[in-house]
């Protein structure tokens, strides 16, 4: 009896099928506009920062079309157990998306504060450039472990995120250490900015890692807590 | 609450054709796997069924079914058609005693009272655990007999009025039909007669209310009555519902069983066997058994 009726409701697993094929591909999106706004920090390219700041509309549009394929499933179809889990993390993971996209914005508005002249200190710039590479490959792996529901891969996001807010953290130091010189100072505090928004990113990252979690297990739980954190082997900025 | 064995012991032996050999054997009880630790473990139990089948003319309907029904609960069965969940609700209050063909075998714990045992009667028992039918059935009279029909043959205490009254509030009608108490009942609409069945249910004060898809044959408006007066009515009564409507059991349940068909190799027999009893909430966001989860998202019917 079974064999007769599998594979109801065709019509809607496609269309769950490609709700997440849409969702997932934002984080495509991100990872294209991080690589272009980094390459824009790099070379304080202003024009190149302002396409990532018009670009954004694409995430944002991105964002709008799955919140309202969301609703429409929700209401149309009323989704239950692993498709129900899988519509909520969805919505988290959109919701993130759509953060990241506005992360790159404050990032691309950072650099002309930065200046056209060479960088103050090279090697700041260059944990800056480190960290965007890092992030770039967490939203990979993200994207790679919700895809095929891998737990394992999404938990050891965290494993990257560290590399990231031990960058972070590094920025810190150097940018205390830059100099009393104004420009010098101002310059610091601005790429402190940057390294700031990229922390962010990761998490996000991280934070994807956990919906995926949920979906295959139908538990919410913090990879990492930060309400808690274990004893901060370094001192520095609070990491998200 | 449960005296099951009050007057007319005489009749107890009249339901023809039940085979409760079983009852009277010692039977393992298996440890309830689904149950959540903690939480429904301490409610008071109002039905303990341990491995109840139930067959028909010798052809299995349901097969050891394990579970417990808890007090001030609605507890939903949800499963496809033939899976025996009518079958199964019917045990409940011995409404298969009418089927000469039926037989039941496993225990079946009321308040932790034998519901099958020698000296229950069975017309106590449908006094205590009522029961309200897919298709509403008021009797031809009007609407006040229809109420004070179980009261009356039951020579219940008290003023006839303010029984019929109680009644008719306890199922959110008497606002509906208090100007027309001596109408015909075949007047009123559907969604009211069988918030009427409802009424004529309640008004003889029972223990627990059985539903066996009591909505079906009701619009959405009628529905949400219904399942409204349901939530209130469990402060009051227990609540066992059989429905086909998923959302109807995630939206009024608090726990929910889910049964399906089983074949045998012959795939010319099946019958009805429990798959996963757990809290409602569970059962549609994260159920244990994948079945369950086909089932509830309608990925198999």
């Not at chain 2, 499963?79 to 025996?84: D, L, V």
Request: charged letters at 25%; glycine letters at 8%.
């Amino acid at each position: 009896m079974e064999d007769s009726v599998r594979g109801a409701r065709i019509q809607y697993q496609e269309e769950l099928a490609a709700l997440e094929e849409r969702a997932l591909g934002g984080i495509d999106l991100v990872i294209e506009t991080l690589g272009r706004t980094i390459e824009a920090v790099q070379h304080r390219d202003i024009e190149l920062a302002q396409m990532v700041i018009a670009d954004d509309d694409r995430i944002d549009g991105r964002y709008l079309e799955v919140h309202q394929s969301i609703l429409t499933l929700l209401a149309t179809q009323a989704p239950v157990a692993t498709d129900l889990r899988l519509i909520a993390a969805l919505l988290h993971t959109i919701k993130s998306i759509e953060r990241m996209g506005d992360q790159c914005v404050n990032i691309a508005k950072l650099i002309p504060l930065a200046g056209h002249q060479p960088p103050l200190d090279e090697r700041m710039l260059g944990d800056i450039v480190t960290m965007g590479k890092q992030v770039k490959s967490l939203l990979s792996q993200a994207k790679a472990a919700f895809a095929t529901r891998d737990v394992e891969l999404a938990r050891d996001l965290v494993r990257g995120d560290d590399v990231v807010d031990n960058l972070n953290r590094e920025c810190f130091r150097r940018a205390i250490e830059v100099g009393d010189e104004q420009d010098r100072r101002e310059w610091a505090m601005t790429m402190l900015l940057v390294a700031r928004a990229l922390e962010r990113m990761g998490d996000n990252a991280v934070d994807i890692g956990e919906q995926t979690a949920f979906v295959v297990t139908g538990l919410f739980q913090e990879f990492e807590d930060a309400s808690h954190p274990m004893p901060a082997a370094t001192a520095g900025p609070d990491q998200g | 609450m449960a005296d099951l064995t009050q007057e007319r012991s005489d009749e107890q032996t009249s339901a023809g054709g039940n085979d409760h050999a079983g009852v009277d054997q010692a039977i393992a009880v298996q440890p309830d796997r689904f149950q959540q630790p903690g939480s429904a473990a301490s409610k008071e139990k109002v039905f303990e069924l341990q491995e109840i089948s139930v067959a028909y003319d010798g052809n299995p309907a349901v097969k050891e079914v394990t579970m417990d029904v808890h007090k001030g609960e609605v507890t939903a069965m949800i499963g496809p058609s033939g899976c025996g969940k009518s079958t199964l609700l019917r045990c409940l209050n011995r409404m298969n005693d009418l089927v000469p063909s039926a037989a039941v075998t496993g225990k079946a714990l009321y308040h932790g009272e034998d519901l099958y045992g020698p000296k229950v009667d069975p017309v106590q028992v449908r006094k205590l655990i009522g029961m309200v039918f897919q298709k509403p059935n008021p009797f031809p009279k009007s609407i006040y007999d229809n109420i004070a029909f179980g009261p009356r043959i039951l020579a219940m205490k008290g003023d006839m009025d303010e029984i019929v009254e109680k009644a008719l509030r306890g199922a959110a009608l008497w606002d509906e039909v208090k100007d027309r108490l001596e109408s015909n009942a075949f007047g009123m609409s559907g969604g009211q007669q069988q918030r009427l069945c409802i009424a004529r249910c309640i008004a003889v004060e029972p223990d627990v209310i059985l539903m066996d898809e009591p909505c079906s044959a009701l619009d959405p408006i009628s529905t949400g009555k219904i399942e409204d007066l349901m939530l209130e009515m469990k402060r009051e009564f227990s609540i066992v519902i059989v429905t086909h409507n998923m959302q109807q059991a995630a939206r009024v349940s608090d726990r929910t069983a889910f049964l399906m068909v089983e074949l045998d190799a012959t795939e010319q027999n099946r019958w009805g066997r429990l798959v996963e009893y757990d809290e409602t909430q569970k059962i549609f966001t994260n159920p244990s058994n994948p079945r369950t989860e086909d089932y509830v998202s309608g990925k198999v019917g």
